[in-house]
C-alpha cells in the first residue's frame, strides 16, 4: 500500500508544477497578455523583415519614416517604393537588400531616408503604408504617427 507521505509528496510536486506553468492562469495568465513594447510596427514578406516603423510628423505638415528593413534570404532584392496615405515617399539612400545588410530610415545608423510632403498629420492618428519590393511581395500596415519630440525629437 502507498503510503499517505508518498501520496501528500505526489500531490505537492504535481501542483507546483502545475501552479508555475503558463496554462495555470488559464487565458488570463500574464504570459498570454505579452504586448508589444515600442510605437513602432512590425511585418514580414518572407525573409524580409520591417521592424520598429512610424511615422513623425514635421512642423511643415510632412512626415518622415523611421523604421528598420532586413533581408534575410540568401538571395538580394531591393526596396522599390513607400507610400503613406497614398503619398509616395521620396526615398533617398539605400535601397539594395543585400542578405542581413539593414535599410536603417533615421537616427544615428541612417544608411536612407524616406519623407512624404504634405501628409497633415497629427501625432496619434495611424497611417496606411505600403512598402514594395522588386522581389518579394509588397507589405501594407497602419503606423502611428509620433510627434518630433522626445526620442524622436531629431528625426527630419
Do not use: W, Y
Not at 68 to 77: C, M
Not at 107 to 134: E, K, M
Amino acid at each position: 500500500m502507498i503510503s499517505r507521505k508518498l501520496l501528500s509528496a505526489t500531490a505537492a510536486l504535481l501542483s507546483l508544477g502545475l501552479l508555475t506553468g503558463c496554462t495555470a492562469a488559464g487565458k488570463d495568465a500574464p504570459t498570454s497578455k505579452i504586448r508589444q513594447v515600442t510605437d513602432g510596427v512590425e511585418k514580414d514578406s518572407g525573409a524580409i523583415k520591417l521592424r520598429d516603423f512610424v511615422l513623425v510628423a514635421q512642423p511643415d505638415g510632412s512626415a518622415v519614416l523611421v523604421g528598420t528593413i532586413v533581408n534575410q534570404d540568401a538571395s538580394s532584392d531591393s526596396l522599390v517604393s513607400i507610400s503613406a496615405n497614398g503619398t509616395a515617399g521620396k526615398l533617398t539612400g539605400e535601397v539594395a537588400l543585400a542578405q542581413n545588410t539593414p535599410i536603417i530610415f533615421s537616427g544615428d545608423s541612417a544608411n536612407a531616408h524616406a519623407a512624404f510632403p504634405a501628409l497633415n498629420l497629427t501625432p496619434g492618428q495611424r497611417a496606411d503604408v505600403s512598402v514594395a519590393f522588386g522581389k518579394a511581395e509588397s507589405v501594407k500596415f497602419s503606423v502611428l504617427v509620433r510627434e518630433k519630440a522626445e526620442v524622436f525629437a531629431n528625426v527630419a
